[in-house]
Every structure is written in C-alpha cells, then in structure tokens.
Antibody, heavy 121, light 114 residues
Framework: QVQLVQSGAEVKKPGSSVKVSCKAS????????ISWVRQAPGQGLEWMGR????????NYAQKFQGRVTITADKSTTTAYMELSSLRSEDTAVYYC??????????????WGQGTLVTVSS | DIVMTQSPDSLAVSLGERATINCKSS????????????LAWYQQKPGQPPKLLIY???TRESGVPDRFSGSGSGTDFTLTISSLQAEDVAVYYC??????????FGGGTKVEIK
C-alpha cells in the first residue's frame, strides 16, 4: 500500500503562489497517475489536474488552466502542485491522490493527508 | 465536461435502516472497452481525506463492509447502505472517471443518524 505524505500548512498573501508537495513511499510511483483535488471549507471535492510521472505530462481542469502547474520528480518520488495568483477563494485543503491502477482508467485510491492553504492579507 | 448531480444533499436515517444516495451523470459513463461504468463512490469523514468505497459502479474496494453496495448503469447510479451504523455518518461523493484524466465529483450527500 502506497503512502502519500504532503507538506505542511501554508498561509499566503493574495497574488502570491503556493507549492505543495506529495511524497510517495511504499509503492510504484512513476507509472501511476497522481491527481490533485481541493476542498474549500465546508464544500465539496474539486479535481484540479493530474500527472503520470513517467510521462511527465499533466492535464488540468479548465477552471485552473494557466494558474496551476503539476510536476513530478521521479528521483524523489514526489509530486508537486503549484497554484499562482492566489485569491481568498483558493483557501482550501489540497489533496494529492494516486490512481487505483496503472495504465488503465481508474479512480484515485490512495490519498495524502491534505494540506491547508490559507490565502489572507 | 461531465456534470455529476447527487441527491439528496443530506439525509437522516435511523440506525439499522437503509440509506440510499443517488447520482446522475450528464452523459453516459459506460466504458465500451470493458462494458463497465466508470463511476466511483467515496466516503469522507470530518478531518479525513476521502476513502474509496466502490468503483466500476458496483465493485467494493477491499475491506469495505458488504452493507455498502453500488448499482446503476449509463447515467443513473445509486449507493445503498443496507443497515446504517453509527460509523457510517459521513459525506458521500460519486465521481466519474470516464473522461479520465479529467475527473468530476458530485456535490456530496451528508448522511446523519435520525
């Protein structure tokens, strides 16, 4: 069973950027898709984007196009999500999650513990 | 984008009674390659990440109690908790992965004890 451990909580100013990390251990990293999902306080789950580390190609939800960058470092088995031009509405818990299976369509199974990002002046 | 609509937003069920949650997709999520529906259900408890309960619309994840079952096909799906237990109090989300890598979630259904 893979474990995903995310970086700690962040407080950011409006207009700045944040970069959250997600380190995978205990399983295969490169060939499984890693998604980023966020959850605003009291709200539902919102998919932001996904990367397959071995391919290095990321896909993004249209809502976040141009503002989010998802990358992965195979050497450290760590995925990253960077969100720029932060505004108060970006205050949320950000999760990374790994696909259930490699090479086939599948939902995320393993989730990180979440990282709270607070955007406040 | 495929839009997922859940109903109801919340429900209160007595312990031991059945809970039923509905999920409707704006287009079919039936995957022609294996004739299975790309529909998953998650359970989320306060302060925790979501937990995968069911995938392919009706396949229970390992370790998930058999009181949880999923059904449906095409655009209409149901999650049923056959006999609600106290530990089942949570928010439940459906998710389509038909348009993978683009994923979409339903709005969530909060299940409480009556």
């Amino acid at each position: 069973q893979v474990q995903l451990v995310q970086s700690g909580a962040e407080v950011k100013k409006p207009g700045s950027s944040v970069k959250v990390s997600c380190k995978a251990s205990g399983g295969i990293f490169s060939s499984y898709g890693i998604s980023w999902v966020r959850q605003a306080p009291g709200q539902g789950l919102e998919w932001m984007g996904r990367i397959i580390p071995i391919l290095g190609l990321a896909n993004y939800a249209q809502k976040f196009q141009g503002r989010v960058t998802i990358t992965a470092d195979k050497s450290t088995t760590t995925a990253y999500m960077e969100l720029s031009s932060l505004r108060s509405e970006d205050t949320a818990v950000y999760y990374c999650a790994r696909d259930s299976y490699s090479g086939v369509v599948s939902p995320p199974r393993d989730w990180g513990q979440g990282t709270l990002v607070t955007v406040s002046s | 984008d495929i839009v997922m609509t859940q109903s109801p937003d919340s429900l209160a069920v007595s312990l031991g009674e059945r809970a039923t949650i509905n999920c409707k997709s704006s287009q079919s999520v039936l995957y022609s390659s294996n004739n299975k529906n790309c529909l998953a259900w998650y359970q989320q408890k306060p302060g925790q990440p979501p937990k995968l309960l069911i995938y392919w619309a009706s396949t229970r994840e390992s370790g998930v109690p058999d009181r949880f079952s999923g059904s449906g096909s095409g655009t209409d799906f149901t999650l049923t908790i056959s006999s609600l237990q106290a530990e089942d109090v949570a928010v439940y989300y459906c998710q389509q992965y038909y348009s993978s890598p683009l994923l979409t979630f339903g709005g969530g259904t909060k299940v409480e004890i009556k």
